[in-house]
């Protein structure tokens, strides 16, 4: 029987774990930090059980990585490199939905010389948009065609009628996460000038963008998009842009935010400022 570690009981990790239930001759783990949040993912699931784990004690992590074949790692993206270690020791394969950070990228000797599959980037953003452009790119030149621009736009959003608060937003995901991605600097190319944003203006530098039947929205630069050029074969590319999808408004508050220092996760005295 395959065994599947899932690590992380948030929104997110729902639809996967009803997926993988469903699997004939597969085992999931599903561990979080709240017992009754894994013991709801799997229910009664005769394939399924929960366990209370701290991610960040590796010592009680370690055995659950061991007797896996695959972890989903689906906790916040600063555990990740730790919980790759691991696995990469007991030689498990690891999935996570989260951008490579170097620390990730540092294992990839390791991972190849022992055989593991690191797997990052492959969730929505980053993951399906991957898989959209490069079925996209890969049709153009099918038809004997070549890119000499690209421009991804994507971003996980409430449906109309349930963006029903002053932000029209809603997290699916860890809030700290989410919030921690407005202070990444961004990098893109547009008609083949680099054009590099730092972090504390990055939400000055949105536009609006309409989307066919569904309205107006706008978008902000999404980190490094000249990251991607080789691995899409674009090296030639004039311009390469991603961004990120919000409805209107979204980079006015959150550039106030910013300039409010609440994007820090530095302790800030306020005294005695309301």
Not at 7 to 16: F, N, R
């Amino acid at each position: 029987m395959r065994r599947v570690l899932m690590l992380g009981a948030g929104l997110v990790s729902g639809p996967i774990a009803g997926y993988i239930l469903k699997l004939p001759d597969t085992r999931l783990t599903v561990a979080s930090l709240e017992h009754p949040d894994a013991q709801a993912l799997v229910g009664g699931h005769p394939n399924g059980r929960a366990r209370e784990v701290n991610v960040a004690n590796l010592a009680e992590l370690s055995p659950l990585i061991r007797d896996s074949d695959l972890v989903i790692s689906l906790v916040p993206f600063t555990h990740h490199p730790p919980i790759a270690r691991l696995a990469v020791e007991h030689g498990v394969h690891v999935i996570t939905t989260s951008y490579v950070s170097p620390e990730m990228r540092a294992l990839d000797g390791a991972a190849r010389r022992a055989g593991v599959l690191l797997l990052n980037e492959i969730g929505l953003d980053p993951g399906i948009d991957h898989m959209s452009a490069m079925r996209v790119i890969d049709g153009v030149r099918a038809e004997g065609g070549r890119v000499t621009g690209f421009r991804s736009c994507c971003g996980g959003l409430p449906a109309p009628e349930a963006a029903d608060n002053p932000w029209r937003y809603k997290f699916s995901w860890s809030p700290r996460g989410a919030l921690l991605a407005g202070t990444n600097p961004a990098r893109y190319l547009i008609g083949g000038e680099i054009r590099e944003i730092p972090a504390e203006t990055l939400f000055q530098r949105f536009e609006a963008y309409a989307i066919e039947g569904l309205g107006e929205f706008e978008i902000y630069p999404n980190r490094d998009a000249l990251r991607y050029r080789e691995l899409y074969g674009l090296t030639e590319a004039s311009t390469m842009f991603r961004g990120t999808i919000r409805y209107p408004g979204w980079s006015r508050a959150m550039q106030a935010i910013a300039e409010l220092g609440l994007l820090s996760i530095e302790p800030r005295e306020w005294a005695p400022r309301t």
